[in-house]
């Protein structure tokens, strides 16, 4: 009889108090990640916002009062619009290029690299062993006027004679291809490696050229990693300032640049802060915009 009972179904009502219990647990799961975002995220950024009201007639010696001073975003603005159009244009070209480069790279080592594909996976990641530093600077070397880049260019005729890759905009664009293309690489790599190939062999039986089953398989299937890799690359693009300092002129300078010489040169407190909240609003919402454009279900 005991036995019976101790058998017993649980109720709906157990059942349903166990999920509660359970779902209780996993909220707790997260207040270390919350808690690390809220110090280090949004206390910061709360305080940038402050930062950015202060009057703009104080200075590093005196101090600054806060004056809610909303016309600093507009000052800001209207001085350094052009930074923001070069930065919006130098990342979008970079993350252009890492996808036309990074798509065959990660089709290759997911779907042809065999039993090479991990060795393939460690020569992209490679590059982050080194310092980002170290590594940009080591550009400055490869694409130096009496570098083996440049002599070359210049013996084939794409350069004319004394001219030069450094200090110039395709030196910098390099650069930031160079240092993000990993961010491309791993997410597309990630999302190809999950495309059963039997569909791609599909697509061909049912009579469908290469391009064609490209273009209606391969690539919608691997959305997710085409949009991860894009984000990945454009956003921290946008506000690099090591490969525009290290590799070009201040007629390459980025906002990234600006923000770092009001905040550590000119102590300029004020305006680097505004430029930082525009620049991160402006991100925020040209990735709300492409993301839902893209309309991948997995990052939606």
């Known amino acids: 009889m005991s ?58 010696e005196t101090g600054y009062s806060m004056t809610w001073h909303f016309a600093n975003y507009v000052d800001a603005l209207t001085s350094t619009w052009n930074l923001f159009v070069r930065s919006f244009a130098y990342a979008g070209i970079t993350t252009l290029v890492c996808l036309l480069l990074g798509y065959p790279l990660a089709y290759a080592i ?9 060795f393939m996976l460690v020569l992209v990641i490679a590059p982050f062993f080194t310092s980002f530093l170290l590594r940009t600077l080591a550009w400055r070397t490869i694409l130096s006027d009496q570098g083996p880049v440049t002599s070359f260019f210049q013996l084939i005729g794409v350069l004319p004679e004394g001219g030069r890759l450094l200090a110039t905009p395709v030196a910098v664009i390099a650069g930031l291809i160079y240092n993000f293309m990993p961010f491309m690489t791993l997410p597309l790599y990630a999302a190809l490696d999950k495309v059963d190939y039997r569909l791609i062999e599909a697509a061909g039986d049912l009579y469908s050229s290469p391009l064609t089953g490209f273009r209606k398989v391969t ?82």
């Open 219 to 300: 690539f919608p299937l691997s959305m997710p990693g085409v949009v991860a890799g894009t984000l990945l690359t454009f956003i921290p693009a946008c506000g690099d300032y090591i490969n525009a300092e290290l590799l070009g002129t201040p007629k390459q300078y980025m906002v990234g640049n600006r923000i770092q010489s009001a905040f550590l040169t000119e102590h300029n407190y004020p305006l680097a802060a505004s430029l930082s909240l525009i620049l991160m609003a402006v991100v925020l919402v040209m990735v709300i915009a492409y993301v839902r454009r893209a309309g991948t279900e997995e990052l939606v």
């Open 3 to 60: 036995a019976g009972l101790t058998n017993r179904p649980r109720t709906g009502a157990a059942v349903d108090g166990e999920t509660a219990r359970r779902r209780g647990w996993g909220w707790l799961l997260l207040v270390p990640g919350m808690l690390y975002l809220g110090i280090f995220f949004v206390f910061p950024t709360i305080q940038l916002f402050f930062t950015s009201l202060y009057d703009p007639s104080g200075s590093f």
């Open 110 to 118: 997911a779907f042809r690299a065999g039993r090479w594909k991990y």
